[in-house]
């Protein structure tokens, strides 16, 4: 038997995907291994959406040469979003062997096979079809609780920063029936939570069904499982699916609602669909539907010709909605996007970086304010297992996805708990059981 190791980078999708290869390998006969001392193929599926996400795949391939030099034989492989913005440049670097792309994971027993036999391998053909519907993932978490189900695939926005839509392609979306099947099957299994992922989850139709639709199939086919989806656009969430959130118990009240900028002028220029108003009155019809949501984002500092102005608009509509939590990064260009043809990136790094940590500073203060109006409050939290601080305690999250911790010798990972608020940080929930 032949070991595989794979490295995960990026985003959920992609923990998704290498689920879909440890499958897809898994049936011809690869074992998987999580010691790359022992792998006779080293994958890493990889991110481009900064320039220092792909640097750090830099880093790791000079590691693994260091495995390829001590032992004849060992493959390594870039698969993801790097291997499809970068092609052949990462063959040419001589430091890779197989270069696939997010659509190419079926052809990679044929393409290790080659590899084998000595001839490096490259498919980074994007396909309007693939959506790995069939095969059951192979999950790579350790504990057993919560699985990631992908629902589509690609992209068909194009804001102007961003690659995604040149590294995955245009979006379709998989059949209904089998993400149902694959919910039921999670919970045959023993999970608990399942997260139903796509760029932009709203856009999600399959013949009659829409996102709301799945939602509430999801949800009623598997009554005893807890239901998370990401990411929702703010163009295109809807107060259908608001509604079917609110009519069922097991689907979380947590939205993750990336605005990328308070400024209308930014939001134009990344070509985001919505202005900050539009924003803003998603945000009061989520609250209306439920007054409970917890609602995250993520935000871009420094992006093109951003000014003084810009920025405080950021910082002011963070104030006003009152974020959770937040996924801050300053701009960074992405080679062929429309930004990178159409406009300089022109806020100095030392701009970039002062703001995004003015950014950073609300956004603590903001978690720490949404975590007080917490206290004293009973919720139900889903046990991931005992805290790393603290083995006497268990840590697990609440349907807002805070973290919470609690001393307990009773629960194990997996149960559904009470808790009871007392304190908390900025981060976490510190708690008893109820
Ligand atoms: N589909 C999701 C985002 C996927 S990328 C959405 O539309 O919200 C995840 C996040 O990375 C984005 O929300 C954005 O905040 C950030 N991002 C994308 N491109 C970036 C770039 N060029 N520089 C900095 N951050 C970027
Ligand atoms: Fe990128 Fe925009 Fe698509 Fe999100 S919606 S993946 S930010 S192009
Ligand atoms: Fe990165 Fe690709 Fe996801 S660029 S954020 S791994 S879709």
């Known amino acids: 038997m032949k070991k595989l190791y794979i490295e995960t980078y990026g985003c959920q999708m992609n ?22 001392a022992e792998a006779d193929v080293i994958l890493a599926n990889t991110c481009s959406v900064r320039d220092n996400a792909e640097q750090r795949i830099w880093g790791r391939i000079e590691q693994f040469n260091i495995q390829k030099k001590a032992r004849k034989g060992v493959i390594i492989g870039i698969l993801g979003c790097m291997a499809e913005r970068l ?81 995955r392609g245009a979006e379709r979306s998989r059949d209904w029936h089998s993400i149902v099947r694959e919910a039921c099957e999670c919970v045959e299994n023993g999970y608990k939570e399942v997260t139903l992922l796509g760029q932009n989850v709203d856009s999600y139709r399959f013949g009659e069904v829409n996102f709301a639709g799945l939602l509430r199939m999801v949800a009623e086919s598997c ?56 924003y803003l009155d998603r945000v009061a019809a989520i609250r209306r539907h439920m007054p409970d949501c917890a609602i995250s984002t993520d935000v871009i500092a420094g992006f093109c010709s951003e000014t003084e102005e810009d920025h405080k608009d950021t910082l002011s509509l963070f104030e006003a909605v009152g974020f959770d939590a937040a996924y801050m990064f300053y701009y960074s260009e992405r080679p062929g996007t429309l930004a990178a043809r159409k406009y300089p990136d022109d806020v100095d790094i030392e701009t970039k970086t002062r703001r995004l ?65 007392l304190d908390c940080t900025q981060a976490t929930l510190l708690c008893e059981l109820a």
């Open 15 to 36: 923990v998704a995907d290498t689920e879909i290869v440890f499958s897809i390998l898994g049936k011809e006969g690869f074992s998987r291994t999580e010691s790359i």
């Open 87 to 167: 092609k052949d440049a990462l063959l040419e670097s001589g430091k890779v062997d197989l270069v696939a792309g997010p659509d190419a994971y079926r052809r990679l027993p044929e393409l290790l096979s080659a590899v084998s036999e000595g001839h490096p391998q490259i498919d980074v053909i994007l396909s309007r079809e693939e959506t790995y519907a069939d095969i059951s993932p192979v999950r790579i978490d350790t504990n057993g609780v919560s699985a990631f189900i992908s629902i589509m695939r690609g992209c068909n926005n194009v804001c102007s920063y961003c690659v995604v839509p040149f590294t």
């Open 223 to 278: 009554p005893s499982l807890r239901i998370r989806f990401s990411t929702s656009n703010p163009q295109d969430i809807s107060d259908e699916v608001l509604q079917t959130m609110a009519g069922h118990d097991n689907i979380c009240h947590h939205i993750h609602l990336p605005v990328q900028s308070g400024s209308d002028r930014m939001l134009e220029k990344m070509r985001r669909r919505y202005t900050r108003q539009w």
């Open 357 to 421: 940590e003015e950014i950073i500073a609300l956004q603590n203060r903001l978690s720490l304010e949404s975590n007080r109006r917490d206290l004293g409050k009973v919720m139900r939290v889903l046990v991931e297992g005992p805290s790393k601080k603290n083995p006497a305690e268990l840590c697990g999250r609440a349907g807002s996805n805070k973290m919470c911790v609690w001393p307990d010798t009773v629960h194990k990972a997996g149960d559904f708990v009470d808790v009871r608020v």
